[in-house]
């Protein structure tokens, strides 16, 4: 007997993830009633799919050559029923998604949030972590970084307009320490950092009329969460860099000020990125279109 059209679609769903578990919870199936039905479909086309162990799960060549041939045609079929769903507001399916923080809260949360709105039936899962990680081998569908981290081989669409540090404190800690006029100033000034993962700190890059200069503090506050550090900077202990749209509020309200600006220079922002594949889940390739319309 052959394979129905929703066997393919299980085996190609196991196949751009790549782990049961993940693919069972998009399919609304448990993880053994998914394996079970994957077994089913080998039975019947005479042919091992995947090899799997405890650990891992991998295509066969088998698996391979069969994905190249009904990927396509799959991807098709998913695009015609979710352009039919569309037109009812049903858009359905899973969006696993991760990147750092700061690019997830200031560019990437507000569009999730309208999309979500406008397809309400979908599942979204977002992670934020510094970490830089292999999208396609810990499940996500995608992810979003900087132009200087996104590798070769991916599809990279921008979330939005460039982005901006701000080096800033309280009138009263100018008013006792001075305001530094060139970046090499601020090594006589208390400075609060980013911290990543490994133990790594922010470098400070400014440039102004051609000159780069990259200054890494001496700090006395380290942490990963930016909200710390603007409080510290708020209390008048410190400086800070940080993105323009963190400290934009306290900048107008006069609890902070912003110095060295002319050294400051906007830079891109952060993009969605994911990788090419013979099968694009129909929930990202909403999500893509949606992102593209908004920051076109």
């Known amino acids: ?4 059209l929703s066997g393919l679609q299980l085996f190609a769903t196991v196949a751009r993830h790549l782990n049961f578990r993940r693919a069972a919870t998009e399919l609304g199936l448990s993880a053994p009633a998914l394996s079970e039905r994957v077994r089913d479909l080998e039975n019947r086309l005479g042919a091992r799919l995947f090899n799997r ?3 891992s799960v991998a295509l066969t060549e088998a698996g391979r050559l069969l994905l190249d041939r009904i990927g396509p045609a799959l991807s098709d079929i998913g695009t015609a029923l979710a352009e039919l769903a569309g037109d009812e507001g049903r858009l359905t399916g899973s969006l696993r998604i991760n990147g750092p923080t700061p690019a997830i809260q200031l560019r990437l949360a507000p569009l999730l949030v309208e999309f979500l709105g406008i397809h309400p039936d979908l599942r979204i899962e977002v992670v934020a972590e510094e970490a830089l990680i292999d999208i396609v081998a810990a499940g996500f569908d995608a992810g979003v970084r900087y132009g200087e981290s996104l590798d070769a081989d991916m599809i990279a669409v921008s979330l939005g307009a460039p982005q901006r540090f701000r080096v800033v404190g309280a009138p009263d800690y100018f008013a006792r320490q001075g305001r530094p006029v060139v970046p090499e100033d601020l090594s006589a000034h208390r400075c609060f ?5 490994r133990g790594n700190t922010l470098r400070w890059e400014f440039e102004k009329d051609g000159r780069l200069v990259m200054f890494s503090p001496e700090n006395t506050l380290l942490t990963n969460d930016p909200e710390l550090r603007m409080q510290a900077v708020r209390a008048g202990l410190g400086l800070c860099a940080t993105f323009d749209d963190y400290c934009q509020a306290d900048l107008d309200a006069g609890r902070l000020e912003s110095v060295l600006d002319d050294w400051c220079a906007p830079f891109p922002g952060p993009f969605l990125y994911y990788p090419e594949r ?4 129909v929930a990202l390739r909403a999500f893509v279109d949606f992102v593209k319309e908004k920051t076109r």
């Open 278 to 281: 013979r099968l694009m889940p």
């Open 53 to 55: 162990t405890t650990r």
């Open 1 to 4: 007997m052959r394979p129905d």
């Open 193 to 197: 950092n980013q911290l990543f993962p």
